[in-house]
């Protein structure tokens, strides 16, 4: 009885510890699991988890003359990114790897003179993003002090309603090249400075990863 009681303690203290005062129980344990859930992409790599624009393909479809809603409303002219490289995120706050949004600021405020990120929020994948657009900027700057561009919420894949930004990622005749939708959410795309395609990483590629790191250098 003595031991349980020991154990019943370490368990509710260690639970006290990881709950977050801005998230949920689900959010706060997905946030401390989330380096043990990236280790599977380490130890299991999938093939098609980077996909690389190695011939260097021109997209039929200039990316500049895409247009998309920002959080707040406001538009957004893609012809503004030339020469940067850009890098499209699929989001969610309530999601295994909600602890992308980290590691995606460090990005951002490593490299932010080079390169553009957008984070796109999509409920597409078991409903893991349910906020509105108010309530994800909010979830965002508290627990992740998020600073780079976040878009209206969308769909990202594809079907009737699928954001056309995420229509000219997924077609290949459209950039070129590449028909991979988002396979969950916090896919990535980079776009070079001349607004060509260069690379798609899953989830499970992390965006401080040397493969990331090396697509926007």
């Not at 930004?165 to 990535?188: D, I, R």
């Amino acid at each position: 009885m003595k031991k349980f009681l020991i154990i019943l303690t370490v368990i509710i203290i260690a639970l006290f510890l990881i709950k977050r005062k801005d998230m949920t129980w689900r959010q706060s344990l997905l946030k401390t699991a989330y380096p043990l859930i990236m280790l599977k992409g380490k130890w299991f790599p999938d093939k098609k988890s980077i996909q690389i624009n190695s011939n260097h393909i021109q997209p039929p479809v200039s990316f500049y003359q895409l247009q998309a809603t920002a959080n707040n409303g406001s538009s957004i002219d893609f012809n503004a990114f030339k020469g940067k490289k850009i890098m499209i995120v699929n989001t969610a706050s309530d999601c295994g790897f909600t602890g992308q949004y980290d590691e995606l600021e460090k990005l951002h405020q490593q490299y932010k003179d080079k390169l553009v990120i957008l984070g796109f929020p999509a409920n597409d994948f078991k409903e893991q993003e349910k906020k509105d657009d108010n309530n994800i900027a909010a979830f965002c700057k508290i627990n992740y002090g998020i600073t780079f561009q976040l878009m209206q919420k969308s769909h990202v894949i594809k079907g009737e309603e699928q954001n056309l930004v995420f229509q000219w990622l997924t077609h290949a005749e459209q950039n070129g090249w590449c028909n991979q939708q988002p396979v969950w959410n916090f896919s990535k795309y980079v776009i070079n400075e001349e607004g060509v395609l260069t690379h798609f990483f899953s989830q499970m590629v992390s965006p401080l990863s040397k493969e990331v790191i090396s697509s926007i250098q």
